[in-house]
């Protein structure tokens, strides 16, 4: 591939919310939605997730199928000051599955004797995700799954980089208080908001799963 292609799976409540105020999101969606989720991490050369959401659920962001023999993704954590636990699942198993963290501050030596590739993208502030994607890229990692936070959605949506939708959506209602799956977008106007149109739309036990294309 000469182009990235990014993908954003959003797992949210009826009104878009990610987790309960105080970040319950254990489970959201049901099994038959879980199960798509790996599918789906499988057909990616990696999963992304930012540094809020690592530390929150310290997540594998692994493909954990009944008979799947295939490659594991590489885990890839946007985290520009290297906050990631040593203790987390991610790191501990860096050495088993390959773990990327991407960030703007020299590669700390705590994480990569443990086996994490710290890549260093830029030398302050926030990370700029049309950089994050090209230092992805020149590793050959073309097909990136976003799984999130809020913040992070926003970033890549803000800077036109999201290619594809993938939203699953449970049939519950968490309210103003819960957590938005989106961050604030700044938009001026309606004509900025990034617009998709919907390719197919499938039921999955109590769950519905959108896919999106960018338009």
């Known amino acids: 591939m000469s182009v990235s292609r990014l993908t954003l799976k959003l797992a949210t409540s009826l009104d878009g919310r990610i987790a309960t105020a105080d970040g319950e999101s254990r489970w959201i969606t049901g099994p038959n939605a879980r199960a798509i989720v790996h599918k789906l991490r499988a057909e990616h050369d990696a999963v992304m997730v930012g540094i809020e959401t690592a530390r929150l659920d310290d997540p594998e962001l692994t493909v954990r199928l009944d008979g799947y023999a295939g490659s594991q993704p590489v885990r890839v954590v946007l985290d520009s000051r290297q906050r990631l636990p040593v203790q987390s699942k991610l790191v501990q198993t ?68 999201v290619d594809a939708l993938e939203w699953f959506r449970a049939p519950m209602v968490l309210g103003q208080g819960g957590r938005p799956a989106i961050g604030a977008l700044a938009l001026k106007n309606l004509a900025a908001a990034p617009r998709f149109r919907r390719k197919s739309l499938e039921i999955l036990g109590d769950d519905a799963w959108e896919r999106y294309e960018r338009i």
Not at 111 to 125: I, K, R, Y
Not at 131 to 139: I, Y
């Open 94 to 161: 860096a050495r088993q599955i390959p773990t990327i963290l991407v960030s703007n501050t020299t590669p700390s030596p705590e994480l990569t004797d443990l086996g994490v590739v710290v890549l260093q993208v830029g030398d302050q502030g926030r990370l700029v995700p049309s950089a994050v994607l090209a230092a992805l890229a020149g590793r050959g990692l073309w097909r990136i799954f976003l799984e999130g936070g809020g913040m992070v959605a926003a970033s890549f949506l803000g800077a036109d980089l």
